[in-house]
Each structure stands twice: as C-alpha cells, then as structure tokens.
C-alpha cells in the first residue's frame, strides 16, 4: 500500500475555550461564524475538503463538489458486491482521498480505509484491520501519523471507543480513550468524526448533537484531554478542517443532506474597538526612496523605528540592481523627517544554500538589555515557490543597536512543514515585545508572519496568518499557534493578515497594526485590531472598523501601502509604511490625529 504523504449567513456559535493551545491570559469564548449552506444528495455521513473541492460521503457514495459555486466535479458508487458498505469520514493527502468503512452492525465486523484518486474518485487501494470489535468512524494524517477512531455503541460498550495512531508502517504507537465528559455527549450512540484544528487541538463529533467537543492528546497512553465543548451549525457526523484555508471547518447536516462551512472566531472578534486611530500622511511622502547605484537601489521597504533620544532609525530592507535585498539603518531628527542618514548593508546575506541566501528584509531591533540588541529579520532562500522562499527568521546582534553581526547561519524560527499549520510552508517577520503578566512576571512575545499555502489562485499564493510564539531569552521561541487568520467577510482582509506590529500599554491592552490583503484591491492596505490579553484580537463591529490605511491617490502609494511600524511621539503616534512594489517607491509616514 502506498501511503503518500450557497447561501450566506452570519450565525455564531459561542464557548468557553482559547483560541490557541497557550496558558497565557485568561479563557475567551470562541465562536464558529456560519459562511455557507449547500444542499448536496451525499451529505450524509461526513465531509473532506481539499483546495479546490468539498467531498460529500455517504454510505456508498461519494460527490466531489467544486468550493465556491457547489457545482458536481466527480461522482462514485460502489458496485454489487462491494465491501464498501459504511463510509463514515474523509481526509484529502497528496491527492488521495482516505475514507474510514466498516461493515457494520454486522457480524463479523470489518474495517477498511478505502483509497480514492482526489480529482475523479477512481478507487485505487484499500487497507483491511485485523480489529474485528469497534468501527473504523474516521482518519486523520497529523504529524506525521495515521489516526483513527474505533466507535463501539450502546450504554454497556460506548466507553470502548478509542483513539489510534500508527506509524506509515501501520504499526500502533498509542492509543486512547475518551473522557466521560465527552462520553456522555455521545451516547446513544458514539464518536463519529473527528479532525485535527490548525493550532494542534483535536475537535471530534458524536452522530446527533450540535457541537464539537474540543480534546487536547496527551503524549503518552491513556485519556484524551476535554477543554470545551463547542455548539457548532451542524448534527454531529464526519468534520473536516480545511488545510488549505485556516481556520474553516466544513460539517453536515445529515437530515437536511447539506454540507455546513464555518469560520472559526471568537466572542470579542467584532467587539467595538475601545482606541481605533485616523492618521494624517505627510505631504512630504515618500519621506525615504531608492537611490540610484546604491545597496537600496530598487526597493526601500519594511521599516522599523526606533527611538534614540531626539533621534530616529529607521532600520529597513534596500534592494539593489541584482534583486539581492539587505539590511540597513536611516537616522533623522524626530522634528526634521526630510533629512536621512543612511548606513548599510548592515550585514552581508548568508552563503549559498541557507534560508538567507538571498534575502535579509523586515527588520526589528529589540534592545534586549543595556548593552545588547537583537535584530530578527526574514531570510528568502532564493528557491522555492511562492511563500515557500521564506524558510526562516534569523538574528543578529548589537552591543549599541547600530553595529551588527550575524548570529550564525541557523534560523531562530522556521516553518513547520506540517500540511494544515498556519506556518506550514513559509514563516516572515513580525515583531518581539517584552511583556508584562499578571503575575508580575515578563515574557518575551514574537508575533510572526505564517504563510499556510502555495499555489496558482490569489487565495493560496498569498495567504498569511498572524502567529505568536514565546520565549524566556529572546532566542528559542516556543509557538503556540496562530492568533489572527484572515477575515472573509471583510473584502479588505479577506486574503491574508501580515508583519503584525504589537505594543502593550501602561494599562496592559495590547494594540496591533498589521497588512492585509483583499480583493478590494487585490493589494495591501492597513489594518488594526486590539486585545486584552494579546490572543484574542478584536476588529471593530462593523466592516472597515479596523481599516487604517487604504491604497490612495495616483503616485507613490496609489497600488498598495504596507509594512507598518509606529512608535509614540509625545501625545499622538507616528507611523511608516512602505507603498507601491512593496517598497519601490519608498517609505512615508503619516502622524495619528
């Protein structure tokens, strides 16, 4: 066996849990918004997803639905005689559609994963199991393992059903059972789908009830973990979680035959912001643009200020003639942004072969302490498609934040390569704070860029997420998932969220701007969204609450503006973006009203 690796509405569902597997702060309640309702004959035991298509499953058949219009792509039947008799979930890998099928309730019971061509439904392979007591219900590929649920039925059998995980070898290598809290959801019956959530939760259904029930799998034997349970617009069934959009998970409604897609969110997502700001841009714009001849050539882009008594530098990537981008520092007096110094390359880019072969852009310089300064900036390989050029986040080093060497050839952050993870396959800058806790306690903050996907359609190669990852020292980072995905109701940032810039106030509420991409402009424009604890971010009630900055006018920052960072100046902020080319034409700034 080769195993490789509509109608629109705004329901939300609410509960108690974090959005992401951390311990900071305190719970928020988590919400599904329901995006689309379709009515399709097969909606009947589960759902898979892929990037193109939806896969409704029945018993004994299987439609492939193309996403968007719902319009039938591919059809399969099992012919007389099959042994394909329950299918009871779906998971799209490499092209293959993996489905769970027994033959129960009869006797002998039998289990299979049926094996499907994705793209016509041609059946290809079928793994048989031995295990003769409890139905195969559902398969997921997570982190590097096969796992699947065994459902067995009845008040006197249901606390039997268990979780497997198997190597590619289809060796067991962990099993375990359900909490009673979840039990009792189940019965009458049983666990019937189960899927793996973007941060790493595993959220599972039983066969009636509208909700999910959110578990956390420990790493040894035993029981699963039940953080909450998660009213959702569906009854029950197989669940998927789309891989190649994160943050969507797709549900039945077996009675009505309709295939569910929901967003995941929280309570205080479309809170009303309690400091939204209005910005007034210099009429000097572009305040800092390419020169001729010189490391910053074709591009000045992704600033990052900070503040050196009446000083600023503006540290920021230059391109040059051979489309090679480095790092380098412009200094200005705070009252006269029409005078730069600039200094660079700051460092050279690392050897042939390395994550920053090609690239160092998107600079940010933390002091650290007195006399050390760290500069993370995003290194592009020179290979790869798409987002996937962007392999790692390295360092280096300051005693005086203006001399800098390299850290070594390592990356401090790298992608995770795991289909379905909102950094899958590229992973870029953002911003380091050091924060303050409840507790009195600090904790260093690295809000990041994650690049999920690649591919032809704008909505693949450009999707990005907000992501946050923590550390003790400011160098080994620990993630703990994304934070802010993008939002497909608002044509703004319905693409992706990006280079997320956090402060923390004296008061503990933390403010983020960030680049957004939508299909309002198919461009960046620039966005804002608030937290009380730094996990649950809150965009504004209504659509373009949160939009900050938008593509204006015929010149310089006509075709987009991105890449903000701000810094305070006496009682109001200033900002500097990047505009048209991503930095071709220069940076400006604009001062808050």
């Not at 909490?179 to 939760?201: H, Y």
């Not at 009195?440 to 992501?467: D, E, M, V």
């Amino acid at each position: 066996m080769n195993l490789r690796r509509l109608q629109s509405s705004a329901v939300v569902i609410l509960v108690t849990v974090l959005f992401i597997a951390s311990p900071l702060g305190t719970a928020s309640e988590m919400t599904f918004r329901q995006l689309h309702r379709v009515s399709v004959p097969e909606a009947h035991q589960a759902v898979a997803v892929d990037a193109s298509s939806f896969y409704a499953i029945s018993n004994r058949t299987i439609g492939r639905y193309e996403k968007g219009t719902s319009r039938p792509l591919a059809k399969w039947t099992a012919p007389d005689g099959s042994p394909v008799i329950h299918l009871n979930s779906g998971i799209v890998v490499d092209g293959r559609l993996y489905c769970a099928n027994s033959n129960w309730p009869k006797s002998p019971l039998k289990n299979s994963i049926e094996i499907f061509s994705a793209e016509t439904l041609e059946h290809r392979e079928r793994k048989e199991f031995d295990e003769t007591e409890g139905a195969i219900n559902w398969i997921q590929r997570h982190r590097g393992s096969w796992w699947i649920a065994f459902a067995f039925y009845g008040e006197a059998n249901v606390r039997r059903t268990y979780l497997a995980r198997y190597d590619d070898e289809w060796q067991k290598t962990g099993t375990w059972t359900f909490p009673e809290s979840v039990i009792e959801r189940f019965l009458p019956n049983s666990n019937s789908g189960g899927a793996f959530g973007p941060n790493g939760r595993l959220f599972v259904t039983g066969h009636d009830h509208a909700e999910l029930y959110v578990l956390t799998v420990p790493e040894t034997d035993g029981e699963l973990n039940h953080v909450a349970t998660v009213p959702a617009p569906i009854a029950g069934q197989g669940i998927a979680w789309d891989r190649s959009d994160i943050g969507t998970l797709f549900g039945i409604v077996r009675s009505r035959h309709e295939v569910v897609t929901m967003r995941l969110s929280h309570r205080e997502e479309y809170a009303t912001l309690k400091q939204p700001v209005q910005w007034i841009r210099d009429e000097n714009n572009p305040v800092l643009a390419p020169r001729k001849g010189e490391f910053d050539s074709t591009r000045v882009m992704n600033p990052w200020v900070v503040r050196a008594d009446e000083t600023y530098r503006l540290f920021y990537a230059g391109g040059d003639d051979d489309k090679k981008h480095h790092i380098g520092v412009a200094t200005a007096a705070i009252n006269d942004l029409t005078q730069w110094d600039r200094t660079g390359p700051l460092f050279g880019t690392g050897a042939e072969g390395s994550f920053d072969a090609n690239w160092c852009v998107l600079p940010h310089a933390v002091q650290i302490r007195d006399d050390h300064w760290h500069l993370y900036y995003t290194g592009n390989a020179g290979k790869g498609t798409g987002l996937s050029a962007f392999p790692g986040i390295g360092m280096a080093t300051s005693p005086d934040g203006m001399t800098w060497s390299r850290s070594g050839d390592q990356a401090v952050l790298t992608p995770s390569g795991e289909h379905g993870d909102p950094d899958a396959i590229g992973i870029a800058g953002g911003s380091v704070l050091q924060v303050r806790q409840k507790d009195g306690s600090t904790q260093w903050r690295f809000y990041y860029t994650g690049c999920p996907t690649t591919g032809k359609p704008h909505a693949l190669n450009q999707q990005k997420t907000i992501c946050l990852a923590v550390s003790d020292d400011a160098i080994h980072w620990k993630k703990l998932g994304s934070v802010l995905l993008r939002d497909p109701e608002r044509d703004y940032e319905d693409i992706a969220v990006a280079g997320p810039v956090v402060h923390q106030q004296p008061d503990g509420m933390f403010r983020m701007w960030y680049s957004a991409i939508g299909t309002r402009w198919g461009f960046y424009s620039i966005c804002y969204a608030e937290s009380e604890d730094g996990i649950h971010w809150r965009r504004g009630a209504k659509s373009d609450d949160n939009l900050q900055l938008s593509p204006t006018g015929d010149g310089w920052e006509k075709q987009m503006v991105e890449y903000p960072t701000v810094i305070r100046e006496g009682a109001r902020l200033r900002m500097f973006y990047c505009g048209n080319g991503y930095g071709n034409s220069g940076v400006g700034t604009a001062i808050s009203k």
